[in-house]
């Protein structure tokens, strides 16, 4: 069963003055040893790499040259694939956003849940809770101890 991350749990497991650092380490790790597919999804990857070198989010935010290492050692795993969208996208994400109000910061995680859909993909690791408002994926919170 193949899974995803969102940038939170990304971002978790690279700021070691967080509380939720051992843990999102330890569900990276993983996640990215396989045997089954880790996605990770380019507008996640992007948030990560904008979020994580951001000065004014962070105190001590990564030099962007750490950044980039952090997803690049992501990527060499043998187990980690970065698909993007495929013909059919917008149509996912219209059916993805129906009958919700699909705005300002449920764009990203419907983008995510489209791309999540189009490539078969049903768990994504997150502590977003917008993200349950998505009936169609399985939301699993790393820092949930029922999780």
């Known amino acids: 069963m193949s899974a995803t991350v969102d940038a939170n749990v990304l971002l978790y497991a690279s700021d070691s003055s967080s509380p939720f650092y051992e843990r999102g380490s330890e569900v990276i790790g993983e996640l990215a040893q396989g045997p089954d ?28 040259h750490a950044a980039m290492s952090n997803l690049e050692a992501l990527l060499r795993r043998p187990h980690v694939r970065t698909p993007g969208e495929s013909a059919g996208f917008w149509s996912l994400y219209r059916t993805v956003t129906t009958g919700m109000n699909a705005r300002g910061n449920l764009v990203p995680d419907a983008h995510v849940v489209a791309l999540m859909r189009q490539h078969g993909v049903s768990t994504v690791w997150s502590h977003d809770r917008d993200l349950r408002k998505f009936v169609e994926i399985r939301v699993r919170d790393p820092f949930d101890p029922a999780a």
């Not at 880790?38 to 962007?64: E, G, K, Q």
């Open 37 to 64: 597919l880790l996605y990770l999804f380019w507008p996640v990857l992007m948030a990560y790499l904008r979020i994580s070198t951001h000065p004014a989010i962070f105190d001590n935010p990564l030099p962007v």
